[in-house]
């Protein structure tokens, strides 16, 4: 499957509650997540290149459970092949991992409510470091065309009184990485 998302940072948290509220949005109770984003090897200075050319991989924790992943970017770091399952033990996960070569990147820390938005899933993350955003995200077959699904889901942003010019296409990872290493 694929995932295609928007991400726009938001700046008016109240305006955006009471557009969810319009629209019947539920939002689940805050989650608190810690993603570990794991490369093959160990000097990545140029971080972009590096998921590209390798295939990051993170482990999640949240609510007791832990979830491994692999994304794949097709066309961006918001448009992605998405794999995931639910594992009994991270530090298992971890381990293999580093037999592999894959090595932990970055660290992500956020909470974050979920909701669903028509057939797409919606959500409200503060990150540590890097303030707050609204994600919606949709999983698609892979030959669909991203940009198509892209304009849906600005179309559902913007009903939510949320802007275009919000939008971040990087992910937390390289928002992260490129804040910890300084790079504009």
Request: hydrophobic share 30%; glycine share 8%; aromatic share 6%.
């Amino acid at each position: 499957m694929r995932e295609i998302e928007i991400k726009l940072r938001v700046k008016n948290f109240d305006g955006l509650r009471e557009m969810l509220n319009a629209k019947n949005i539920v939002l689940s109770k805050n989650t608190s997540q810690r993603d570990i984003i794991y490369l093959k090897g160990e000097n990545h200075s140029d971080w972009r290149k590096a998921k590209k050319e390798g295939t990051p991989v993170r482990i999640r924790y949240a609510k007791g459970t832990v979830v491994f992943n692999l994304k794949q970017e097709r066309t961006g770091e918001t448009d992605n092949i998405e794999y995931e399952t639910e594992v009994k033990d991270g530090e298992a996960i971890h381990n293999i991992l580093s037999v592999m070569g894959y090595l932990p990147q970055v660290e992500i820390k956020k909470s974050r409510q979920k909701g669903k938005f028509g057939d797409c899933e919606l959500c409200i993350d503060e990150v540590e470091g890097l303030g707050s955003f609204v994600e919606i995200e949709k999983m698609v077959h892979d030959d669909t065309d991203p940009e198509k699904v892209r304009e849906e889901l600005f179309t559902m942003a913007e009903s939510l009184g949320l802007s275009r010019d919000d939008e971040e296409k990087s992910g937390y990872d390289t928002q992260i990485f490129e804040l910890r290493n300084k790079i504009i």
